[in-house]
């Protein structure tokens, strides 16, 4: 294609065509080059590439039924608790098995714990060392030393797979 972009085959050269995005997204054109990226970077059954009324393109979530103008909206959107959840109960419904692109330990945990839930969950969270656990007559509560978050299950969970704490983690 003479737009000098070609198409991705990892994730180095994926994001490299996203960083594009902005620029290019009324090149229609290029359309199938950024809808590999995206399967590259995420997977192939969450995101399209589709043009509003404008014939501009933007990513539309097939989970949320959410669309994006960009790709920092895109990654806003995908690391957010509610598209997690979305995810996690879309997967569940369908009774497929969760497969992650990131290796998996071979270790379980007790079914229902956080570390369980993380692991069997769609999102791919990272800060996990800055949280510390406390038992209290058998029930769990959680604090992140990184954000001064603090809860229970549910709570920690979102706040771990949410953006403010992967911001804080990546800073």
Do not use: W
Request: aromatic share 8%; proline share 4%.
């Amino acid at each position: 294609m003479s737009s000098g972009l070609s198409m991705p085959h990892d994730n180095a050269t994926a994001q490299e065509v996203m960083k594009l995005f902005n620029d290019k997204a009324y090149s229609r054109n290029l359309k199938p080059i950024f809808q590999e990226a995206i399967d590259i970077l995420y997977r192939p059954d969450i995101f399209d590439v589709k043009e509003d009324n404008c014939a501009r393109m933007l990513f539309s979530c097939k989970i949320c039924n959410n669309d994006m103008n960009s790709h920092e909206s895109l990654l806003q959107h995908h690391l957010s608790g509610k598209h997690q959840k979305n995810c996690d109960k879309k997967l569940q419904e369908e009774g497929i098995e969760i497969c992650h692109s990131r290796v998996r330990s071979s270790r379980t945990y007790p079914p229902g714990s956080l570390q369980d839930r993380l692991m069997n969950s769609q999102s791919n969270p990272i800060g996990l060392q800055m949280l510390e656990e406390y038992q209290n007559r058998g029930k769990s509560y959680y604090k992140c030393i990184l954000c001064g978050a603090h809860g229970r299950l549910d709570a920690m969970y979102k706040h771990v797979v949410g953006t403010k704490h992967t911001e804080r983690y990546i800073k």
